[in-house]
């Protein structure tokens, strides 16, 4: 799977999942880290300490 807004691709299974817990669970098009950062005005590493967050917490996007 490749980035919808940058064509990056492969996308990682992080990206993947947040791209689900963070847009919606049933999403399609899938974004990297990087355009997420820029969708959400954040940076790359508030995101993966998210994605750490969220597989600590149990929840089966993040596996």
Do not use: H, S, W
Request: aromatic share 6%; hydrophobic share 40%; net charge positive.
């Amino acid at each position: 799977m490749t980035c919808a807004a940058c064509g990056r691709g492969p996308l990682t299974r992080d990206e993947i999942g947040l791209t689900k817990k963070l847009i919606n669970r049933g999403a399609e098009a899938c974004y990297c880290l990087d355009c997420l950062a820029a969708r959400f005005r954040v940076g790359r590493e508030a995101l993966a300490q998210m994605a750490e967050a969220f597989r600590d917490a149990g929840c089966t996007l993040f596996r």
